[in-house]
Every structure is written in structure tokens, then in C-alpha cells.
């Protein structure tokens, strides 16, 4: 089972950035996907952004197109997320997943995610 720990949260004044990043533990990392998703206090988890397992596709929720960036870097099990432009409702925990179940999809299915990290506090203050 991988294992994924997130870093690189915060406290951010609205308008600011912030890099998330998400460290794997699995040699098999560049061979699936990679997302990003939120749960802010009394909200159900929603999906952020993904990553193909090469990186050429990606996807993201409406709410952050334009202002998140999903990348990866395979060779050091690495998936980041720069949020640009965040607003105080960008605030919740932010947790990295796996879909650990399907190698080498060149499509992203948000219910497929199935491998999680602890998640990491990202606070945007107004």
C-alpha cells in the first residue's frame, strides 16, 4: 500500500500563494495517477485537481481553474499543487491521493482515487 504525506500548508492572506506538495512512498508512483482534493469544516471532500500518470492530462474542479496547477515529478515521487489568487473559502485540508488501481490510464475518474495521505491545513485568511 503507498503511502503519501502531504506538506506545505498554511496560513495565507487572501490573494496569496502557497505550494502543496505530496511525497509517495510506492517504486510503482509514476505508473498511476495523482489528485488533489479538499474538505472544508462541515463540507463533504470535493475534488480539486489530478494528474495522469505522465503528466500530459489534467483536470480540475471549476471552483480552481486558472488560479491551481497540479504537476508531478515521477522520478522523485513527487505531486504538487501551487494554488495562486486564494480566496478564504480555498480554506480546508488538503489531501493527496493515489488510484492505485488502474497503471497507465490516460483518463482521469475522480471515484477511482482510492489511496490517501493525512492531509495538510490550508487556512486563507480575508
Known amino acids: 500500500q503507498v503511502q503519501l504525506v502531504e506538506s506545505g500548508g498554511g496560513l495565507v492572506q487572501a490573494g496569496g500563494s502557497l505550494r502543496l506538495s505530496c511525497a509517495a512512498s510506492?517504486?510503482?508512483?509514476?505508473?498511476?495517477?495523482m489528485a488533489w482534493f479538499r474538505q472544508a469544516p462541515g463540507k463533504e471532500r470535493e475534488f480539486v485537481a489530478a494528474i495522469t500518470w505522465s503528466g500530459l492530462n489534467t483536470d480540475y474542479a471549476d471552483s480552481v481553474k486558472g488560479r491551481f496547477t497540479i504537476s508531478r515529478e515521477n522520478a522523485k515521487k513527487m505531486v504538487y499543487l501551487q494554488m495562486n489568487s486564494l480566496k478564504p473559502e480555498d480554506t480546508a485540508v488538503y489531501y493527496c491521493?493515489?488510484?492505485?488501481?488502474?497503471?497507465?490510464?490516460?483518463?482521469?475518474?475522480?471515484?477511482?482515487?482510492?489511496?490517501w495521505g493525512q492531509g495538510t491545513q490550508v487556512t486563507v485568511s480575508s
Open positions: 491521493a493515489a488510484d492505485i488501481s488502474h497503471y497507465y490510464s490516460n483518463y482521469i475518474t475522480v471515484a477511482d482515487f482510492n489511496a
Open positions: 510506492d517504486s510503482a508512483f509514476g505508473s498511476y495517477a
